[in-house]
């Protein structure tokens, strides 16, 4: 990541809330506090809006839900004038729709960036945050919104020898902002997770060679991307209002049109023909073939059946055809991948698969890196490692609640919240998109929109109260969590190796991070207890002080 570059005096001020990213989680929060009235201060360590979508710039990169559905809907304004040029579009055209969106709402003035959050600490006396930053800023804030996303922070493994490399390194997560030009190199791709996956096709166009590295395949579907039409567009625009409520009322955010029937119900032949249908359109919707594929071991070696068959019908060479073809994880359990001319890619004479099951990485070398078996001559180095997660974001930065407790220490053994939106013992702190909400299973921007929208009003409900001081209590926290992790075993999730599982950090705790229970049930539950004032949450001050001092 950069360094900040810009010189400046360090700021001290106060707002009502200091909102901590500013990609699409952040850049909402801001528009619905100026709502509300109230002072809020965007802060971010890049150097422009766009989160996710601003450090991934890796070639290749695009969202892998349609972009007439990942987006705000909001306002209709926006999303009546802005026009995506593809059906899956490119991460270079989601930041202008971020800049775009920054723009229309004229976010700006508020928003702060090249500035790290490195610390946090509740006042315990006075109710409200002190919040730190790299460049000596001082922000105090009733509130603390962490918008801090979900893949933000980047990890590269670590690798013995990882310094002494000579030639270039890159993480797929913090791409740099220049071109980068592998003509004629020989590069090495570790990891074939989905920024793998959309990455190499394009790097494997350029460079002399690519040597992909897999310790797990992964599955992925085509996307069947397309420029976006005039009649599709217009199909999608002319009903955006019902379009965006029906995504809230499915699983995960996005519109499949599922098949509510078993895979098993049907005779094998109908199956194949429903698989062969939802692989030709394209896209994560596959999942979407038969209403068991998570729930039942069976019906899920069917559709991934379906799947290693069709790899080994695109790649030529029968050895690395076996080797891409997952076996190790039920289809859907680690994010299922969605690609243009993935498998295909294998059969260029440039590329090359090592399969790492027998013999992992032991180091990096000077010139290029060593397994157990064979040594490699590298030019560059291209990390498609992953992230920490859902909570390395929060974690790494510092954050104080009452009683001296940090979060770090809190969520040594796994994240616990209450909804996702807050943790107990930290006061007046929300989260958007945070651990033990659908977030990273869903769709993200209905997601945002859930929970910016579940914010603001209780910050609303806060202000109309005279209530100084809102956090989850314990019980309704572990009640969530213990609820949480229920749903997850009903399904076939916790059979994966998974980043949602935290899996891919060595000593990262193995729980399951995101809330399974689907988007729609989400949101009845979290209307349900703001509906009823806000149960299973602590709130002191104003009315509420009044009436339990009543009672
Ligand atoms: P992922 O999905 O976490 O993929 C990371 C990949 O890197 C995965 O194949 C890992 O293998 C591999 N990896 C991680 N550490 C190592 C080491 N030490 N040696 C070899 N290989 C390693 O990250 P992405 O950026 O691709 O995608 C993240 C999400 O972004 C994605 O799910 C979409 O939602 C968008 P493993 O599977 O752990 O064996």
């Not at 009903?490 to 891919?504: C, E, I, Q, V």
Request: aromatic residues 10%; contains cysteine.
């Amino acid at each position: 990541m950069p360094d900040a570059t810009q010189p400046r005096p360090a700021i001290e001020a106060q707002y009502d809330a200091v909102i901590v990213g500013a990609g699409f989680g952040g850049m909402y929060q801001l528009h619905r506090l100026r709502g509300l009235g109230m002072t809020a201060k965007v802060v971010d360590v890049a150097k422009g809006v766009g989160g996710t979508w601003y450090w991934n710039r890796y070639p290749g990169a695009r969202c892998d839900v349609e972009s007439m559905q990942y987006s705000f809907g909001f306002s209709d304004e926006i999303q009546q004038e802005w026009k995506w040029p593809e059906l899956f579009s490119a991460q270079p055209d989601i930041l202008k729709y971020a800049n775009f969106v920054a723009d229309k709402l004229n976010l700006w003035p508020d928003m702060l960036f090249e500035t790290r959050v490195e610390g946090a600490k509740f006042d315990e006396a006075a109710n409200q945050w002190t919040v730190r930053t790299n460049r000596g800023d001082t922000f105090v804030a009733k509130f603390l919104i962490m918008a801090t996303g979900c893949l933000s922070s980047a990890r590269v493994p670590d690798f013995k020898g990882l310094s002494g490399f000579k030639g270039k390194t890159y993480h797929t997560g913090a791409w740099p902002h220049e071109p980068v030009d592998f003509t004629g190199l020989r590069v090495g791709v570790i990891g074939t997770g989905s920024s793998a996956i959309q990455s190499i096709p394009v790097i494997a166009e350029q460079a002399a060679s690519v040597t992909v590295f897999q310790r797990t395949p992964n599955f992925s579907i085509p996307s069947r991307n397309v420029p976006m039409t005039e009649a599709y567009e217009r199909q999608w625009k002319e009903k955006y209002p019902e379009m965006r409520e029906m995504a809230r009322q499915t699983r995960n955010g996005v519109i499949a049109y599922p098949n509510d029937f078993s895979a098993l119900s049907v005779s094998p032949e109908e199956r194949h023909a429903i698989y062969e249908k939802r692989w030709e359109s394209g896209g994560t919707t596959f999942m979407a073939s038969f209403n068991d594929l998570i729930f039942d071991q069976a019906s899920n070696d069917t559709a991934a059946d379906f799947v290693r068959g069709k790899i080994k019908d695109i790649v030529k060479d029968p050895a690395t055809a076996e080797l891409l073809a997952p076996t190790s994880h039920p289809i859907g359990t680690k994010r299922i991948c969605v690609d243009t001319r993935y498998f295909e890619t294998y059969n260029r004479p440039n590329v090359r698969l090592v399969d790492l099951r027998p013999a992992l990485i032991e180091e990096l070398t000077p010139t290029g890196l060593k397994t157990a078996a064979e040594e490699f001559e590298f030019d560059a180095i291209v990390f498609a490692t992953g992230f920490d997660a859902m909570t390395g974001a929060l974690t790494n930065m510092g954050v104080e609640g009452t009683g001296g407790v940090t979060l770090e220490a809190e969520w040594r053994d796994g994240p616990r919240t209450y909804l996702g939106l807050m943790a107990a013992q930290f006061p007046n702190m929300f989260m958007i998109t945070g651990p033990g909400s659908p977030s990273v299973l869903s769709n993200m921007m209905v997601s945002i929109e859930q929970d910016v929208n579940w914010i603001t009003g209780c910050m609303a409900h806060l202000r109309a109260n005279g209530v100084a001081r809102m956090e989850a209590t314990r019980e309704a926290q572990e009640a969530w969590v213990l609820h949480g992790i229920e749903v997850a075993n009903k399904t076939l999730y916790p059979k994966a190796a998974s980043w949602y599982m935290g899996a891919n950090i060595p000593g990262k705790p193995r729980v399951f991070m995101p809330y399974i229970g689907g988007i729609a049930t989400y949101r009845e539950k979290c209307a349900e207890i703001a509906a009823n004032g806000y149960t299973g949450f602590a709130l002191t001050g104003g009315i509420a002080q009044v009436a339990r001092a009543a009672e």
